[in-house]
């Protein structure tokens, strides 16, 4: 398993990581993920590790906090060849202080992570989204805290935009607080905004993609058909609302593309969505799931070849939607890549 530094950070990340959003299986959404239990848990992170898959992703709000239980137990027995990464922020009950990243929520947020992760400390902590209501000063010297107190070893953000982030690393740079090393975005074939904004700074920053539901919610699976119902035992069925929304029109294109391609390669729909991943800029690991070992199995086949730049290309253009603003205006002009040239190559 390839293993790549984790934006400007020491820490190596592998290019696959693993998302435990299936185990607990609390809820209504996250029971329509999955209810992987402790033991078949540990089959999973066994099989993980065995393959370099080192890196484990949780959330206190995955399932009410009984995936961080369930992950935590079924690494107990291997904590030290493990990074677990876990996030706060998001609304865990009704409380007025049950929410965001305010000093008394992310300190009260990070203790009950290491109980249920069963602990000393968390290799990667998130911030799951931007809270408007706090003081930016306020959450970075609570993490700068949070890290010298060694509970935490590395701090990132999920679902931040431009300038919240770059306002963020600004007052870090400022005052020598810990900088965020990691983004976890949503980035898919069939949802490529990432690029136009958040790309461009992390590769100026140093600020390492760590891609969430990068099968398009579930629609790169080659289960999901152009005019086709949903197959039944989809997650989609019950979750589609939830996620994010993707064009059908382009989600039928894609797929028409993957198919071609399966068909060159021998590798599934998902195998070559999720390669297509690992090769795009600023792109540190693709987090995957599964509900069981075969599962598994055939997101770990995602890695060890290559697609060849003709097949690139034609997953590109497909996938390709007309630039937003304020990008539109002149992107296909004549001298705007003189006058921007790509911050990535």
């Given at each position: 398993?390839?293993?790549r530094t984790?934006?400007r ?26 209810s ?19 890196l484990?992703?949780?959330?206190d ?7 961080e ?50 602990t000393?400390?968390?290799?990667l902590?998130?911030?799951h989204?931007y ?6 000063d306020?959450v ?10 060694g509970?935490i ?23 020598g607080?810990p900088?965020?090393?990691a983004?976890q975005v ?10 136009w ?11 390492g993609a760590?891609?969430?539901s ?5 629609r ?6 152009r ?16 996620g ?34 690992t090769t795009?800029?600023?792109?540190s690991s693709?987090?995957?799931?599964a509900r069981?070992?075969a ?7 995602a ?43």
């Amino acid at each position: 398993m390839e293993h790549r530094t984790l934006g400007r950070s020491g820490l190596r990340v592998p290019v696959l990581g693993f998302g435990a959003g299936t185990f607990g299986g609390r809820g209504e959404l996250f029971g329509a993920w999955g209810s992987t239990d402790v033991a078949d848990a540990r089959e999973i992170v066994d099989r993980c590790l065995d393959a370099g898959v080192t890196l484990f992703d949780t959330a206190d709000v995955y399932s009410e906090g009984a995936s961080e239980e369930v992950l935590g137990a079924a690494v107990a027995h291997r904590r030290d060849e493990v990074l677990i990464s876990t996030k706060a922020a998001l609304p865990t009950g009704p409380g007025p202080n049950e929410a965001g990243t305010s000093r008394q929520h992310l300190r009260r947020a990070v203790h009950d992570a290491l109980r249920r992760l069963g602990t000393d400390h968390i290799d990667l902590f998130q911030l799951h989204a931007y809270d408007a209501a706090t003081p930016v000063d306020e959450v970075l010297s609570t993490l700068d805290r949070l890290v010298d107190d060694g509970v935490i070893r590395y701090v990132g953000v999920s679902n931040y935009s431009g300038w919240q982030l770059m306002r963020a690393l600004e007052r870090a740079d400022q005052h020598g607080w810990p900088r965020f090393v990691a983004h976890q975005v949503y980035y898919s074939l069939i949802g490529r905004d990432y690029e136009w904004d958040l790309m461009p700074l992390a590769a100026e920053e140093g600020v390492g993609a760590l891609v969430w539901s990068p099968l398009g919610w579930g629609r790169l699976t080659g289960r999901v058909r152009r005019g086709a119902p949903l197959p039944a035992g989809s997650r989609l069925h019950t979750t589609a609302a939830a996620g994010p929304p993707v064009d059908d029109q382009l989600l039928g294109d894609v797929v028409d593309v993957l198919d071609r391609i399966s068909a060159e390669t021998g590798r599934t729909v998902p195998q070559i969505a999720l390669n297509w991943l690992t090769t795009r800029p600023t792109v540190s690991s693709v987090i995957v799931g599964a509900r069981d070992l075969a599962q598994l199995e055939q997101n770990l086949g995602a890695v060890g070849w290559e697609l060849d730049a003709d097949q690139l290309a034609r997953l590109d253009a497909v996938s390709r939607r007309p630039a937003p603003y304020p990008h539109f205006p002149y992107e296909r002009q004549e001298g705007f890549a003189r006058l921007n040239p790509p911050a990535v190559a």
